[in-house]
């Protein structure tokens, strides 16, 4: 069973023990489908399948070698989760026990309006990756965009110019294997940037331990902050709502086309459906947020060059508005790239921000750092593996709460735990489902 650091300065790992199988990572909720065990392994070896509860996960083909489930358990965010390095901290313009290091912190949006209009929130992703391409930083973006054959399921891509980087614009809830063929990518010897999930990039930091072509090459880290990914099962009720199967769909928006911009469906005889944001995640108990994000400890995107958020009052839109993102800055690596996208008009500020008015648009990011620790704790109690995590503050965030509140988070956490409601069945394969959600 892991331990829990929350130290600033980077631990040791556990003591030695037989590494967790990829069922034993899956089962106990730790997976979170990001296919790097598949990438480190190999496709004969693991394959990522679409399990019935609508969650990509990794199933071992033949049984792993311990030296390779060593090595999974090494990098995989589920079961190692380690924040910046301490210079990055300590060498900060501004480090905050919840928000972390951090260079810069504005609200703004991509210059292009087009960018913004398609873009999720105020497009500052989408516009900085295609400036790391018009101006030569990288090759390529290693991100994610809706699957052509599949419009409702994402699929990594790689972007070499601008008009590919617009086209996978827009938020995609759901899984997203987005590191499924990471080694592959290094193979190709070229500079490239990663905009993905804070774990995506946990990972990928994790690996760059093991393997110097990580920061030979990957020359920037951009995230989203993340409210967590939702199941497959999540589309599938909007889908149900109308009638759908997915074989119908010729296009399955999320949101964008403005901000947050509407759901919107399209089928392949010419159909149009739409349910505005709000409508969309309106019932809470239906957000099919995978177990992994219950207890991340990074949705912020410590990890990353430059985390960019919505910038919503308490998370949520009231009304479609300015297209708007809070991007935090968090390295001097990404200092440089966003002072040259600002003076290259590819970004553009509308104002200097700080950590009250962000813990203020994002308080539920605030409210799950503050929570983890003891959640963790509470997972511990009941016997179950944790991951093992440093440079997160999470004891120090912990104790921003009353004694009361860190109780009643471990303790709910323990008790989920011990009920199996933190964890998974092994993970098969799904059938086909049809209108009606049935197989």
């Known amino acids: 069973m892991g331990l829990v650091e929350t130290s600033q300065r980077q631990g040791t790992p556990p003591p030695s023990t037989d590494p967790l199988t990829l069922g034993e990572i899956v089962g106990n909720g730790l997976c979170i489908g990001c296919g790097l065990c598949r990438s480190i392994a190999g496709a004969g070896h693991v394959d990522m399948v679409m399990t019935p509860e609508g969650r990509e996960r990794p199933v071992a083909l ?59 929130g105020g497009g500052a992703l989408t516009a900085l990756g295609q400036f790391l391409l018009s101006s030569g930083r990288v090759k390529f973006v290693l991100h994610v965009a809706a699957s052509r054959s599949m419009p409702m399921r994402t699929e990594r891509k790689l972007s070499y110019d601008a008009a590919s980087v617009l086209e996978g614009a827009g938020s995609r809830y759901g899984p997203a294997a987005t590191l499924v063929d990471f080694n592959a990518i290094l193979d190709r010897g070229e500079p490239f940037a990663l905009i993905a999930k804070p774990c995506d990039i946990t990972a990928v930091r994790n ?202 988070e471990g303790r709910g956490a323990r008790d989920r735990a011990r009920r199996g409601r933190l964890g998974e069945p092994p993970a098969v394969q799904r059938e086909t489902v049809s209108k009606d959600g049935q197989p």
């Open 207 to 408: 690996l760059a331990r093991l393997d110097p072509r990580v920061d030979e090459q990957m020359r920037y880290a951009l995230a989203f902050v993340c409210g967590g990914a939702s199941e497959l099962t999540k589309s599938e009720q909007v889908l149900q709502r109308f009638g759908l199967g997915e074989e119908e769909l010729a296009l399955f928006r999320y949101r964008g086309h403005g901000n947050p911009g509407l759901n919107r469906i399209e089928t392949k005889d010419g159909r149009a459906f739409e349910i505005s944001y709000r409508q969309l995640w309106e019932d809470e108990d239906k957000w099919m947020i995978q177990p992994r994000c219950k207890i991340c400890p990074d949705a912020i995107g410590q990890v990353a060059d430059i985390a960019v958020s919505d910038s919503w009052l308490n998370g949520g839109p009231a009304v479609e508005d300015e297209p708007l993102n809070g991007i935090i800055v968090r390295t001097k690596r990404g200092r440089e790239l966003f002072d040259a996208a600002v003076e290259a008009g590819a970004v553009q500020i509308k104002r200097e921000s700080g950590i009250a008015e962000i813990s203020e648009l994002q308080s539920h990011q605030v409210r799950k750092r503050r929570a983890v620790w003891a959640r963790l704790k509470g997972m511990e109690i009941a016997g179950k593996p944790v991951p093992f995590v440093t440079g997160l503050a999470l004891r120090e965030c912990a104790s921003q709460n009353s004694a009361a509140e860190n109780l009643a």
């Open 62 to 120: 033949q049984e792993l070698n311990k030296s390779t489930l060593a090595k999974i358990n090494a990098i995989c965010p589920g079961t190692r989760i380690a924040g910046p390095p301490p210079a990055q901290m300590n060498d900060a313009a501004l480090a905050d026990t919840v928000w972390g290091s951090v260079e810069r912190l504005v609200l703004g949006s991509a210059g292009n309006p087009t960018v913004r209009y398609i873009g999720s």
